[in-house]
């Protein structure tokens, strides 16, 4: 009954997935498709000293919370807000490799003892494997600072543009408030556990239940994109 409950919580955590990074329709006939925009996703780069971008995509940064923190501040998304950031083992082993993450003069030492990040200026993490890929495709980069731009790779109005490789896998990561999101039951944790006779009186165990999602505020939502060692 545990793993069917299990199970169930993760198809719970797909859907969540899906409603966040996907289309969601709008309109009175909810046939108006909606998009993430461009706008709403940022690459993780690592900083320099002084704590600004260089381009160079790694699997987690503090510069990244940085970015999060001003994007969402720059969309008045209260500060009030619970702000959580969804990521999957590598971009926490890779997080847990930095000073700033693990040294007591930026953060709780605790970190560093049990191996556990649960909060990190202002984030709220929360670990998951079920984040999907996106390879990358030819014209889609980003700027020095993370910020995702539909071009070509070159020099436009000055500003030098990063990328993968066409066809690299990045880790589809995310973050987001509170109120951007909404998830909803139909139907509660149904579970029931009996004996098949025609089974040599083996147990069987059947569980259902009914969930749904969707992104309510676009300019609540981040697409992260992670270079995975």
């Not at 859907?15 to 709403?40: A, C, M, N, R, Y």
């Not at 670990?127 to 995702?148: H, K, S």
């Not at 070509?152 to 999101?181: D, H, K, P, Q």
């Not at 029931?192 to 939502?221: F, L, N, P």
Request: proline fraction near 3%.
């Amino acid at each position: 009954a545990m793993r069917a409950v299990q199970a169930l919580n993760r198809k719970k955590d797909e859907v969540f997935i899906v409603s966040s990074l996907g289309t969601v329709l709008t309109g009175e006939d909810g046939d108006i498709p909606v998009e993430l925009p461009l706008s709403q996703k940022l690459a993780v780069v690592a900083e320099d000293a002084n704590g600004d971008g260089t381009g160079i995509a790694v699997p987690m940064s503090v510069h990244l919370l940085r970015k999060l923190g001003a994007k969402f501040d720059e969309n008045e998304m209260g500060e009030d807000e619970v702000r959580y950031l969804s990521w999957s083992s590598a971009q926490k082993m890779s997080f847990l490799g930095l000073t700033k993450a693990t040294s007591q003069d930026f953060a709780s030492v605790k970190n560093l003892v049990d191996g556990n990040v649960n909060s990190f200026m202002g984030f709220e993490f929360i670990r998951t494997e079920l984040l999907p890929y996106i390879a990358v495709p030819a014209d889609l980069r980003w700027d020095i600072e993370g910020n995702a731009l539909a071009t070509a790779v070159g020099a436009i109005n000055g500003t030098t543009i990063f990328g993968g490789l066409v066809g690299e896998l990045y880790r589809r990561c995310f973050s987001w408030v509170g109120s951007a999101m909404v998830s909803a039951t139909g139907e509660g944790l149904f579970v029931r556990i009996s004996e098949r006779d025609d089974k040599r009186y083996s147990t069987q165990v059947y569980a259902r239940h009914s969930v749904g999602a969707a992104r309510m505020e676009e300019i609540g939502v981040v697409e992260i994109w992670s270079k995975e060692p």
